[in-house]
């Protein structure tokens, strides 16, 4: 439990949130923060040049305290990522806000990006679960801010709602990216169960500036989303399985549930997508929100609405410049219709004017992917885009928990399906579980391989490696598969596992890789 705090958040009319675009009053740029597009990884903590990896075990035991939770980190290098150069963190490391409680979730959802503009990437953690005062599961957050020695506890920066209430759940879901050009650095949003902040840095006064300050962040004004999202028309389908997909009236709200970034439109300002479910007359299916990034003279630009969610990620699969939106719907009210069983991938390719045109969809049922399409598969549950071969366009990674191997009830499993000039193939796709050649391991019941998907490149050859987190494995400790990548793509020869314990962190339950920065 933490008490109310205020010194560190105030409020701020520099950097606005509407409800049709993001902008922001001009600032000089000084610093560099981390590159809009979703596929260049802003993730570089101590500044090396390489890619370092951020993994949340919200259900890790922080003394003595059950589910308080933990985040890691491991840095990159010339020969990737391991174990030995890594580092634990949670709510009783020294600096720290706050300190370890059960139930905080600390690590429930993490991001990266360069928050102050020092040329050192930040990690944004969230704590859903954390309780302050009397209002149980409002939630918050913090800071940790990247050196040159890497993350440190020392100053960093705690984060909480405006306005805090029972079951708000702040810090659910974190994005970070440079959605405007004011500042010195990226801003960053965050979710609680109705909306969404933005939180931009702010240095502190001269006269305030002594050694040992938290650096100070302000926030923008809010956005909420459930029953007052904007409203824009829904895609109209070309082909009949798409208009079965858009026949939804786009929803007057959404329960916003992920985020992601990406600059769709190429105009040199990351967007941002939020992600959830319809609330309403026709609730609970996948719809996403795409507020674009713009400067602060230039006209703002609408909102789009695309059917899909309430999963989401980003990047260039089709190697035009721009990126894409990929979204996942794990699970759907059932209409009966086809769409319904087993999960859905939703793919929309950007333009100049954002994502638009008639997505592709993909299901375990489309020609070419592997398995066959069953309810409670959960295809879709997590997602990400990254280059695996080098080619130039990013692959899109789809994990799916709930899949059963044989007998085995949600032994889970991963799939890579291949970018290209033509956009999302299946070329070339790949798919593992644990009872896949080479791949460390034995499918049982409820390990949840797939519940996250990570591509990363910490050896920075071009090639992005996956990460597949099973956070049930070791009944609830959660371990991690690290898949390298070739010519050919990502390969299951080679592949190893690790867990908290391998970091020297707490283990018992700690649900390790039920978040992994992306």
């Known amino acids: 439990m933490r008490k109310n705090r205020s010194a560190a958040l105030a409020a701020a009319s520099f950097l606005l949130l509407t409800g049709t675009f993001i902008a922001a009053a001009p600032s000089?740029?000084?610093?560099?923060?981390?590159?809009?597009?979703?596929?260049?990884?802003?993730?570089?903590?101590?500044?090396?040049g390489y890619d370092d990896v951020l993994v949340g075990a919200p259900g890790a035991t922080v003394g003595g305290h059950a589910g308080a939770g933990i985040v890691t980190v491991q840095y990159g290098g010339p020969s990737g990522m391991g174990t030995s150069r890594s580092a634990v963190f949670s709510q009783n490391t020294t600096g720290v806000p706050g300190g370890a409680e059960a139930g905080d979730a600390f690590g429930q959802a993490v991001a990266s990006g360069d928050i102050d503009g020092d040329g050192y990437d930040d990690a944004i953690v969230g704590s859903p679960g954390e309780d302050l005062g009397t209002m149980t599961d409002s939630g918050g957050?913090?800071?940790?801010?990247?050196?040159?020695?890497?993350?440190?506890g020392t100053s960093s920066t705690g984060l909480e709602a405006d306005e805090p209430a029972n079951g708000g759940r702040f810090g659910s879901a974190l994005a970070a990216a440079r959605f405007s050009d004011a500042g010195d650095g990226d801003q960053f949003a965050v979710l609680d169960s109705v909306g969404l902040a933005i939180f931009q840095y702010e240095a502190a006064p001269a006269a305030r500036s002594t050694a040992g300050t938290a650096k100070r962040l302000v926030r923008a004004s809010r956005t909420d989303f459930a029953g007052k999202a904007p409203k824009a028309k829904a895609p109209e389908g070309a082909t009949p399985k798409a208009a079965t997909r858009s026949a939804l009236a786009a929803p007057t709200g959404i329960q916003p549930l992920a985020l992601t970034t990406g600059d769709y439109?190429?105009?040199g300002f990351a967007d941002l997508v939020v992600s959830g479910t319809s609330v309403g007359d026709e609730p609970g299916h996948g719809w996403s929100y795409v507020l674009p990034g713009t400067a602060a003279d230039a006209d703002p630009l609408p909102v789009l609405t695309l059917r899909g969610g309430p999963v989401v990620a980003s990047g260039d699969v089709n190697g035009d410049g721009k990126d894409d939106v990929v979204t996942g719907e794990p699970h759907s009210p059932d209409d009966g219709g086809e769409w319904t069983t087993g999960g859905m991938v939703g793919v929309y390719y950007g333009s100049d004017t954002g994502p638009s045109g008639e997505p592709q969809w993909w299901t375990q049922d489309t020609d070419g992917v592997p398995g066959t399409a069953e309810k409670g598969d959960g295809w879709g549950a997590d997602l990400s885009v990254g280059d695996s071969d080098g080619d130039g366009y990013a692959d899109v990674a789809i994990g799916a928990p709930g899949e059963d191997?044989?007998?085995?009830?949600?032994?889970?499993?991963?799939?890579?399906?291949?970018g290209s000039a033509l956009?999302?193939?299946?070329t070339g796709v790949r798919d593992f579980n644990q009872d896949s050649a080479d791949v460390p391991g034995a499918a049982e019941k409820g390990d949840k391989f797939g519940g996250q998907v990570s591509f990363t490149d910490p050896n920075d050859d071009g090639r992005f490696g996956l990460l597949a987190a099973a956070p049930g494995e070791n009944t609830g400790d959660g371990v991690v598969w690290v898949f390298s990548a070739n010519a050919s793509g990502v390969t299951a020869s080679g592949s190893w596992t690790y867990?908290?314990?391998?970091?020297?962190?707490?283990?018992?339950?700690?649900r390790f890789g039920a978040a992994i920065d992306d």
């Open 405 to 418: 191997i044989g007998t085995v009830a949600d032994a889970g499993a991963v799939w890579v399906l291949r």
């Open 265 to 267: 439109d190429a105009n």
């Open 423 to 426: 956009g999302l193939r299946t």
């Open 141 to 152: 957050g913090v800071v940790l801010w990247g050196t040159p020695k890497g993350l440190v």
């Open 28 to 48: 000089a740029y000084a610093g560099t923060p981390g590159s809009t597009r979703a596929n260049d990884r802003n993730t570089d903590f101590n500044g090396d």
């Open 499 to 510: 867990g908290a314990g391998s970091l020297s962190a707490p283990s018992l339950n700690a």
